[in-house]
């Protein structure tokens, strides 16, 4: 538990101080502080004028506060530590979402909260008791508006498959009705509503940022300018790379860009407590996939080899065409570039399993010191 808790505060520190990478980023701008205030006037001109009614694109980026991604994540997190305590997969699990349109940033979602819901799923299908579920939406519905300005404006529900090469975020057939219902529901009343989903899996890999998508659902009439459009706004002339990275439904819904927020004041005492106290690196552990990778990369020096090897034999078995000598010297050529390579690769391999038994020494001590 102990190690797991070094985790979590290592992720933060460095979520903290994460330039942009791929589509996430941190923010602490004024326009980040801006997003801590309710203007209700603002608020409501943006509402009344809906500009997303008229344009199926009109929001480019979601971004969640800290509250809202530790909820996500820890609820997500759960289901998969729950199904596996069961002896079986990973549950898929769903939560609600609270926040609003940003009157002060154009196209941008804010997510301030997060609530998961009591429903559990396998795979795509999700299992739900409705009658628990729909009390459980209203008693928690009744509570925000007495205690919170904010409404409910989005839903999140985990995909934990199992780590394959790509991201499992996209929208299933089922994912897209209830999130289009939604839509069609809220978003002529002035509350936007967006979908997230979380890689539950790749996310306990990735030590950096969370592997989590947002997306919104294209109306039925729209078509996209762009032939074989993917969410992304690529576009991949491929049907089955299509299929297996967006689903049987990728061309109906769009991907927003997720970004996160943090109020400067929350910003400077985190750095605070974290610049004199680089110790607590220490108490995490390196990525999974970092490791992972090196390992592979150990392969390449090993197929380099095996390749030379390869040519020197078949250059050993030619028509003796070319000069005398020839032959003996190519083999002696390619007999030392094979034993360079076969060091290279055992050089690496060592020094990852020197790497992995200070970790494994570390982690025992760890486990003695705060367990």
């Given at each position: ?13 460095q979520?903290?101080?994460m330039?942009e990478?791929k589509?996430?980023t ?11 205030r ?26 969640l ?8 994540m820890?609820h ?15 549950i ?14 154009p ?24 009658e628990?579920v729909?009390n459980?939406?209203i008693?928690?519905?009744?509570s ?5 300005k ?20 996209f ?5 897209l ?15 936007p ?16 940022t969370p ?23 690529s ?10 990275h967006?689903?049987s439904?990728w061309?109906r ?5 997720v ?7 929350s ?11 680089l ?28 390749l ?9 078995r030619?028509?003796g ?17 094979q ?5 290279k ?17 570390l ?9």
């Amino acid at each position: 538990m102990a190690s797991k808790e070094g985790d979590d505060f290592q992720n933060a520190v460095q979520n903290d101080g994460m330039a942009e990478k791929k589509d996430t980023t941190l923010s602490s701008t004024p326009a980040a502080d801006a997003r801590y205030r309710f203007d209700a006037d603002r608020l409501q001109t943006l509402q009344s004028a809906a500009p997303w009614m008229k344009d199926p694109r009109y929001f480019q980026k979601v971004t969640l506060s800290p509250s809202a991604i530790m909820k996500i994540m820890m609820h997500c997190q759960s289901g998969v530590q729950k199904g596996i305590a069961k002896g079986g997969n990973p549950i898929e699990v769903m939560g609600m979402l609270l926040g609003r349109p940003d009157p002060d940033t154009p196209r941008t979602l804010v997510i301030t909260d997060a609530f998961p819901l009591p429903i559990e799923g396998f795979e795509t299908r999700v299992i739900a008791d409705d009658e628990n579920v729909v009390n459980h939406m209203i008693a928690l519905g009744e509570s925000l508006e007495r205690t919170r300005k904010e409404k409910f404006m989005g839903w999140y529900h985990s995909h934990p498959f199992d780590l394959g090469d790509h991201s499992h975020c996209f929208l299933s057939q089922t994912d897209l009705s209830t999130q289009l219902q939604w839509q069609r529901a809220e978003d002529p009343h002035g509350n936007p509503f967006v979908a997230i989903v979380v890689d539950p899996l790749r996310s306990h890999n990735n030590l950096e940022t969370p592997e989590l998508k947002a997306f919104r659902a294209y109306p039925p009439e729209y078509v996209s300018p762009a032939l074989n459009e993917c969410p992304d706004g690529s576009v991949e002339s491929s049907e089955q790379t299509r299929l297996e990275h967006w689903g049987s439904c990728w061309n109906r819904y769009y991907e927003l860009s997720v970004e996160y927020y943090m109020s400067s004041t929350s910003r400077n005492v985190l750095q605070q407590l974290t610049q004199d106290y680089l110790w607590i690196r220490t108490l995490s552990r390196k990525s999974e996939s970092s490791v992972t990778q090196r390992l592979c990369g150990c392969v390449k020096p090993f197929q380099s080899a095996s390749l030379t090897a390869a040519s020197v034999v078949s250059g050993g078995r030619g028509t003796g065409l070319g000069p005398g000598g020839s032959t003996s010297a190519s083999v002696s050529s390619g007999m030392d570039a094979q034993t360079k390579e076969w060091q290279k690769a055992v050089s690496n391999l060592a020094d990852i399993a020197s790497e992995d038994m200070g970790e494994q020494a570390l982690q025992s001590t760890k486990e003695q010191v705060f367990a």
